[in-house]
């Protein structure tokens, strides 16, 4: 069974601090896929990376970072010099690679409030 | 945007009563999932459809049941609504090529209220 417990439930930081979001997941495959969703008020999900379990290079992409570490299954997600539109629920997924049925399953999530 | 609608956007509707909610998937994706999420929780998976085929299932009761339309739209159908069922439904499609998933993008949600 597929397992993504995100421990913090809620952050509140202040406008310009960095954050890190912690995952740390649980799956008995060798080829899965990890992402991270946003979810703004409105409710959408918006996908912001998804990693593959072959690929542990971490990535940037602007003021967003990811580390990911198979070593101790976590895929933690940094924000920079955070911004209040930062506020959101972000959401841990994991699903297999391959296979016909790729539900993604996913943390409960973490609050992140930003004040200006 | 991720071209993924859904619709309706909210819903009231009575304890026992049936509902269908309605999703179109991104141009090109032939798979759609779709998920529960209840307040506060994250979304759990219900069932995902490739190819109009029913293609694997969550721990959900026979009365959530779907289908999915040769151009790849999905319905959702829940019948003899419960107040637990009250959440907000996600639906999400994707391109699945021979067996390698893909990124799923999600809907703005259908918000059920069941009272």
């Known amino acids: 069974a597929q397992k993504v417990t995100q421990a913090q439930t809620e952050i509140s930081v202040v406008e310009k601090e960095d954050v890190t979001l912690d995952c740390v997941y649980e799956?008995?495959?060798?080829?899965?896929?990890l992402f991270w969703y946003k979810q703004p008020p409105s409710g959408e999900l918006v996908f912001l990376i998804r990693r593959n379990s072959f690929d542990e290079q971490n990535e940037i992409s602007g003021r967003y970072s990811w580390n990911f570490q198979k070593s101790t299954s976590s895929f933690n997600f940094t924000i920079t010099a955070s911004q209040v539109v930062d506020s959101a629920v972000y959401f841990c997924a994991l699903t297999r690679r391959t296979g016909a049925n790729s539900k993604l399953t996913f943390g409960k999530g973490i609050t992140l409030s930003v004040r200006p | 945007e991720t071209g993924v609608t859904q619709s309706p956007t909210h819903l009231i509707k009575t304890r026992g009563q049936q509902v269908t909610l309605r999703c179109s998937s991104q141009?090109?994706?032939?798979?759609v999932s779709w998920y529960q999420q209840a307040l506060g929780q994250g979304p759990q998976f219900i069932f995902q459809y490739y190819r109009e085929e029913e293609n694997g299932r969550g721990n959900f009761p026979p009365r959530f049941s779907g289908l999915q339309f040769p151009n790849y739209s999905s319905e959702l159908n829940v019948n003899a609504l419960e107040l637990d069922d009250s959440a907000l439904y996600l639906c999400a499609s994707s391109l699945a090529s021979g067996s390698i998933t893909d990124t799923q993008y999600f809907g703005p949600g259908t918000r059920l209220t069941v009272l």
């Open positions: 141009s090109g994706h032939n798979t």
């Open positions: 799956t008995r495959d060798t080829t899965y896929y």
